[in-house]
């Protein structure tokens, strides 16, 4: 297994739960050890990612 660190961008719906982010993680076959918001603008969510790979 293998973990890359990556920056994916997500629309930006204006409530960011958990269960918001996790899915649209999941929609771009991300499987995250950990995740973060590290930048918020009006219509994106920056977050960095450590995608575990097999």
């Known amino acids: 297994m ?3 660190s ?3 961008e997500i629309p ?6 958990v269960e918001y ?3 649209e993680l ?5 499987n995250p050890l950990r995740w ?3 930048h918020v603008d009006d219509k994106i969510y920056t ?7 097999e």
Do not use: D
């Not at 930006?12 to 739960?17: K, L, R, S, V």
């Not at 999941?26 to 991300?30: D, E, P, Q």
């Open 6 to 8: 990556e920056l994916i």
């Open 21 to 23: 982010i996790e899915s």
């Open 47 to 53: 977050v960095s990612v450590a995608n575990l790979k």
């Open 2 to 4: 293998q973990v890359i």
């Open 36 to 38: 973060a918001v590290v």
């Open 26 to 30: 999941t929609k771009r076959n991300i």
């Open 12 to 17: 930006n719906n204006g409530n960011p739960t």
